[in-house]
């Protein structure tokens, strides 16, 4: 059984920080390419950033390239988002997902065996 909890969501105006945590339990392994989704109401779900095993390899979504980053820590087992100079487009329920490296695509919901069960981030004007 494997799960993934995020945390670190919340309330902040724009232009302000927030940094998101996901930490993994159970038998995955660090070798998992990790990735965060967001959805917002009445939307899909759509890929914002991932992370290889490595730490070294990231990519990001145009809509957050140069204002968030995306980083992990195999040791804790944890994957962050730090968010910068957020927007209200930014609004949307976050979520944490991993995937086996080497299959699927990162742009698909469907290319992800694990999903933690999300983090509410509400950005003000």
């Known amino acids: 059984q494997v799960q993934l909890v995020e945390s670190g969501g919340g309330l902040v105006q724009a232009g302000g920080s927030l940094r998101l945590s996901c930490t993994a339990s159970?038998?995955?392994?660090?070798?998992?390419?990790m990735g965060w989704f967001r959805q917002a109401p009445g939307k899909e779900r759509e890929f914002v950033a991932d992370?290889?095993?490595?730490?070294?390899?990231?990519y990001y979504a145009d809509s957050v390239k140069g204002r968030f980053t995306i980083s992990r820590d195999n040791a804790k087992t944890t994957v962050y988002l730090q968010m910068n100079a957020m927007k209200p487009e930014d609004t949307a329920v976050y979520y944490c997902?991993?995937?086996?490296?080497?299959?699927?695509?990162?742009?698909?919901?469907?290319?992800?065996?694990?999903w933690g069960q999300g983090t509410q981030v509400t950005v003000s004007s």
């Open positions: 997902a991993a995937r086996t490296p080497g299959t699927g695509s990162r742009w698909y919901v469907a290319s992800y065996d694990y």
């Open positions: 159970g038998r995955i392994s660090s070798s998992y390419v």
């Open positions: 992370i290889s095993w490595s730490g070294v390899l990231k």
